[in-house]
């Protein structure tokens, strides 16, 4: 008689867990944070400090972040703190990370992501604007590439490691790899997800322990609008769906950092010249990742990456 082979207990309730702890302690951690900041705000504006280059820019940071900012960054905060012992839990090894090897051929892959996802971002933005729905904003940056840049290595490397490498890891340990791959798009698309809708704020004064599920509920608000769905959901999908396809097909993140750092810094950099024209939605929403439009390019350069990566494999 054959002994029975070793299993995994599925990864997946785990993660679940994980995320709602993150969630309700990123709503709970909020308005501390946020008091925090109105405390730290008061003692700038009396000291001397605050006179100082450094202070009056952390002044006028913390005067310019809404509540909901706030939530954002407790949630940032959770999810780094309760990472460790979820990992723990998992039973995190090395096994499950893709190798970074060879360096010379994965810098190509990554030039060669980064180069399609902006690219085509950013033309697709000027047909936007071509069209009337964006228009420039009055100062334009045009050489403003320093936050574009910045967020699209640090969300590339940051999450591809996390979705693409951990996650998907974790997953593919315990199921079948379409089933993985599902699951993978999936949370990466509900996590981008998770925000309140554009221009909802708290006012500073209403600000109480509770405001945190009071976002909580905005975010759940947004399931229930089909045509919000269909425009932002969809896309956050295709984009998830694209990144874990090519990490399947090249076994390594290389490829995926350069279209997700590519896909960043052409949102942010339109983002930074122009100012949207209401009355799009469903096919062009209030920036290059919402609508029908983004999704089908997502979707093209999504299948465009994979036939050149798979001529560079021959």
Not at 285 to 305: D, E, R
């Amino acid at each position: 008689m054959q002994a029975a082979m070793p299993t995994h207990t599925s990864a997946l309730p785990k993660l679940v867990l994980y995320l709602l702890a993150v969630m309700l302690g990123g709503a709970l951690l909020s308005a501390p944070l946020f008091d925090l900041g109105q405390t730290t705000l008061t003692w700038l504006k009396s000291s001397s400090i605050g006179e100082s280059g450094v202070g009056k820019w952390l002044a006028s940071e913390i005067q310019r972040a809404h509540f909901t900012r706030y939530f954002n960054r407790a949630v940032l905060v959770c999810a780094i703190v309760f990472i460790w012992p979820f990992l723990r839990w998992v039973k995190l090894d090395r096994s499950l990370l893709p190798s970074w090897q060879p360096l010379r051929s994965g810098l190509k892959q990554w030039i060669i992501g980064f180069t399609l996802a902006a690219g085509l971002l950013l033309l697709l933005g000027l047909l936007f604007y071509q069209v009337g729905a964006y228009r420039l904003r009055p100062h334009p940056g045009w050489l403003k590439f320093g936050e574009p840049i910045t967020a699209a290595l640090g969300a590339g490397i940051v999450e591809e490691f996390f979705f693409r490498a951990l996650l998907l890891g974790l997953l593919l340990r315990t199921m079948a790899p379409k089933t993985a791959v599902f699951w993978a798009t999936f949370i990466f698309a509900i996590v981008h997800f998770l925000k309140p809708p554009e221009g909802w704020q708290i006012a500073d004064d209403q600000i109480v322990w509770s405001s945190g599920f009071a976002v909580l509920e905005q975010i759940a608000l947004g399931f229930g609008s089909v045509q919000f769905l269909l425009a932002e959901f969809a896309t956050l999908f295709a984009v998830g769906w694209v990144l874990t396809q090519v990490r399947m097909q090249t076994g390594a993140l290389w490829a995926g950092i350069g279209l997700h750092g590519g896909w960043v810094f052409g949102l942010k950099y339109f983002s930074g010249l122009t100012l949207h024209q209401a009355g799009w939605l469903p096919w062009i929403g209030q920036n290059l990742k919402i609508g029908l439009a983004p999704l089908l390019t997502v979707l093209f350069t999504g299948w465009l990456a994979a036939r050149l990566l798979s001529q560079k494999d021959k």
